[in-house]
C-alpha cells in the first residue's frame, strides 16, 4: 500500500479556475499535502517529464500542451495513496468518469483531462522527485 501519489493540475484546470475545487476535492477525499508548487514547464521539461511516451503519436502534442500554460503539482499522502487518488480522480475519458470524480467535474477531454495521477507506487515516486527536493517536502 503506497504512502504517497503525485498529481500535477494541468494547463487547461489551471486557466479554467479549477486549481482551488480540485485541491478541495482532494483534501475532502483525506489525503495530505506534503508538497505542493506553482509552475510552467518548459517544452523540454515536459518533454523528459513524459519521456516514457515518446515512441507514442501523441507526444508532440502532450508536451506542446503540457508546456503551454502553468501547473500546479503536489505530492499526496495517504495509506493506499495511488490507487485512491486514481479512483478520485476517475477515467482518462472525462464522458466516463463516474460522477463526482474530479475529471467528470472539471476535465473538458481526453487531452485536457484536468489532472495527472500516477499510476503506480514507483511512477509516484519518480514523478514527486522530478519535481520536488526532500527539503520541499513536508
Do not use: C, W
Not at 498529481?7 to 486557466?15: C, H, I, N, S, Y
Not at 516514457?52 to 493506499?80: C, T, W
Not at 519518480?126 to 526532500?134: D, L, P, V
Amino acid at each position: 500500500m503506497s504512502q504517497i501519489t503525485f498529481t500535477m493540475f494541468k494547463p487547461d484546470a489551471v486557466v479554467n479556475g479549477y486549481a482551488g475545487k480540485i485541491l478541495n476535492d482532494i483534501t475532502e477525499a483525506g489525503f495530505a499535502i506534503i508538497a505542493f508548487k506553482y509552475t510552467k514547464l518548459s517544452p523540454e521539461m515536459a518533454g523528459k517529464f513524459y519521456a516514457v511516451h515518446q515512441e507514442r503519436g501523441f507526444y508532440n502534442d502532450l508536451v506542446s500542451y503540457m508546456s503551454s500554460g502553468p501547473i500546479y503539482v503536489a505530492i499526496l499522502q495517504k495509506v493506499n495513496a495511488v490507487a485512491d487518488f486514481r479512483t478520485l480522480i476517475g477515467a482518462t475519458d472525462p464522458s466516463k468518469a463516474e460522477a463526482g470524480t474530479i475529471r467528470a467535474k472539471y476535465a473538458k477531454s481526453i487531452e485536457a483531462n484536468a489532472v495527472h495521477g500516477s499510476d503506480s507506487d514507483e511512477n509516484a515516486n519518480i514523478e514527486a522527485n522530478f519535481f520536488f527536493t526532500q527539503f520541499e517536502r513536508f
